[in-house]
């Protein structure tokens, strides 16, 4: 009873990280699975015995701890070194300009990250990439992901549908990332079992994330306010990517954006992490840069 849990949470969690399925029935346990994963999985319960041997019951950091010895290694020669481990094996997600590299580099080597940089320079892809490898391999509980719902022009409540129909399409590029690198049954079970939790801004106020990664996409949009909140919202052992385009403000006229005032007074900061990216990090269509490029002399003309 204690190796599997409360209701057979580590078993569960062993099914959703590691992808096999458990049957278990006394002291009976059956794994199925891709070898590899099975193997894996063996591991970690053997670890889970091994520490219920020198102590009468398990803990969070228990599993997270055997989870992270079997961590993602290379499926092959062929996989780069680089690579960022995620739950569809098809997926082979590197960085792939200097800028991106010191953007992963930057997000492993610190709790709260900023990513500056203009449209298709891989900002929310890369940050959905990480979080999702720290949950794969047990480094966090949970992923939560927030967008603010600032209209691009448009106003919210000419949308039609409830408020959660209104704010899906704020959301999309972050579903859009996730679909890339899970199965969606995987995604719809880890979001029904509040695994992984896609809301709007506002939803964060008032709220403790411990052992969660955190991504803050389209962060431009956020006031100096709401940023202080968001920022606040760490807990211990979680991680948070803060992204933003701060050349596509959409607040209205006179308000200052919250990432760009959040990026002058945390410059420097111990802990704090502040990358920039440029037209020569965006890997979208070649048209992209150009777009990018010309828009931006239009504004220094202006």
Do not use: W
Not at 240 to 249: L, P
């Amino acid at each position: 009873m204690q190796l599997y849990g409360p209701g057979d949470v580590n078993l569960r969690t062993i099914r959703e990280v590691l992808g096999v399925k458990v049957f278990a029935r006394g002291a009976t346990m059956k794994l199925v699975g891709e070898s590899d994963d099975v193997g894996k999985a063996a591991s970690v319960i053997e670890a889970l015995r091994t520490a219920l041997k020198k102590k009468k019951s398990l803990t969070a950091d228990d599993m997270s701890d055997a989870l992270a010895a079997v961590a993602v290694k290379r499926a092959s020669d062929d996989v780069p070194t680089d690579f960022i481990p995620v739950f569809r094996k098809s997926a082979i997600i590197q960085p792939k300009t200097d800028g991106q590299k010191s953007y992963v580099e930057a997000v492993a080597q610190n709790d709260l990250c900023f990513c500056l940089g203009p449209a298709g320079t891989g900002k929310t892809y890369l940050a959905v990439a990480m979080a999702l490898s720290l949950l794969k391999t047990g480094r966090i509980k949970r992923l939560v992901l927030a967008r603010p719902a600032v209209e691009a022009g448009e106003k919210l409540g000419f949308l039609p549908g409830d408020l959660q129909a209104k704010v899906n399409p704020y959301l999309r590029p972050i579903y859009d990332a996730m679909h890339d690198m899970m199965d969606f049954e995987q995604i719809k079970r880890f979001m029904d079992n509040d695994v992984i939790e896609v809301v709007p801004l506002a939803f964060m106020r008032g709220r403790t994330l411990n052992n969660a990664a955190i991504i803050l996409d389209e962060a431009q949009n956020a006031t100096p306010q709401q940023m202080l909140m968001s920022l606040t919202r760490m807990g211990h052992r979680s991680k948070m990517i803060v992204t933003g385009d701060d050349s596509q403000v959409d607040l209205d006229s006179g308000r200052q954006s919250g990432l760009v005032d959040a990026v002058r007074r945390l410059t420097g900061v111990d802990g704090i992490a502040i990358v920039r990216l440029d037209k020569l990090d965006i890997v979208r269509h070649k048209l992209v840069t150009r777009i990018v490029q010309a828009y931006g002399e239009n504004n220094r003309s202006s």
